[in-house]
């Protein structure tokens, strides 16, 4: 089943202190419109909801292969750099999660 991601804003600084890198998934980002992310026999897509600091947790995953089937100009991509995923508080896992994107954007799936 697919779940939609909501994208947020946060301080990446704040979040990743502390994260631990150990047992982490591994998912594929496809950079379409809207983006997908397949993580644990999961695929969720993504919106455009903004999360705060305290709507993520710690990291349990990190993007290992980008297929990149929309070709977007440098100034134009809104998927640069997908990379660490977070576990969403109070929400599951098989639910929601979150995604950096861009250097200092999250996004959130459902």
């Not at 977007?72 to 969403?88: A, C, G, L, R």
């Amino acid at each position: 089943m697919k779940r939609v991601l909501t994208m947020g804003l946060i301080f990446i600084s704040i979040i990743l202190s502390g994260c631990n890198t150990n047992n982490l998934s591994d998912a594929e980002f496809t950079n379409l419109t809207p983006a997908e992310i397949k993580m644990d026999n999961s695929t969720y897509l993504m919106t455009d909801e903004v999360l705060t600091t305290n709507e993520v947790e710690e990291q349990i995953g990190k993007v290992t292969k980008i297929l990149e089937i929309v070709s977007y100009s440098e100034d134009q991509n809104p998927y640069k750099n997908p990379n660490k995923i977070f576990k969403v508080s109070d929400e599951s896992v098989e639910k929601v999660i979150a995604i950096q994107v861009n250097e200092q954007t999250v996004y959130r799936k459902y």
